[in-house]
């Protein structure tokens, strides 16, 4: 008896597993024009050796702080890299953009802290998820698959940009 209940139990988790996998990949996909993106992001962010780094002066961010990091290079595109510091969480903005300062890609990766940094045997969490810009705005998770919820896309939109938007006006980037 302990058998076959052992049987339904790996035969329903099996059919379970596989059930929600296709329920990821009808919620989209990689489209067609996302590979060449992040892989271009990708190729840029593993071979940081061939730009110039600068770090920007303070800018004042809520919590802990920040820092941001720019690396120019000759290639047709701009990195820049943004974090920002709180006790019990971090975000990091990694940023894909061309020599006019426009969106390609963006990278946002959260770590979430159980408790304050300080504390002994915290532990930590991290969500990653990017925004394709070209040629048209979308959103994909953790493991590159599309989303197309738009509230979701709308709100990370904005958040990243208007970050963005708040380095710039605070530094001499766009000159």
């Not at 209940?5 to 059930?19: D, N, P, R, V």
């Not at 940094?117 to 953790?142: A, K």
């Not at 493991?143 to 896309?153: E, F, H, W």
Request: proline share 3%; aromatic share 14%; with cysteine.
């Amino acid at each position: 008896m302990k058998y076959h209940l052992l049987c339904c139990f790996f035969i329903t988790l099996a059919s379970c597993t596989e059930s929600r996998s296709t329920a990821n990949k009808e919620q989209g996909g990689i489209p067609d024009n996302a590979p060449d993106t992040f892989s271009e992001f990708e190729k840029a962010w593993t071979n940081l050796e061939h730009y110039t780094k600068d770090t920007l002066k303070t800018i004042e961010f809520p919590g802990e702080g920040g820092e941001v990091i720019v690396y120019h290079s000759q290639a047709e595109h701009l990195l820049m890299q943004v974090f920002i510091y709180g006790t019990t969480g971090k975000i990091n903005y990694f940023y894909l953009l061309d020599k006019k300062l426009n969106h390609k890609l963006t990278k946002i990766v959260r770590y979430y802290y159980d408790r304050p940094f300080t504390e002994t045997n915290m532990q930590i969490d991290s969500t990653i998820n990017y925004i394709n810009y070209l040629p048209g705005i979308s959103y994909f998770d953790s493991n590159r698959i599309l989303i197309k919820d738009t509230s979701i896309t709308s709100a990370l939109k904005t958040e990243s940009e208007s970050l963005f938007k708040d380095i710039i006006s605070k530094t001499d980037l766009h000159k």
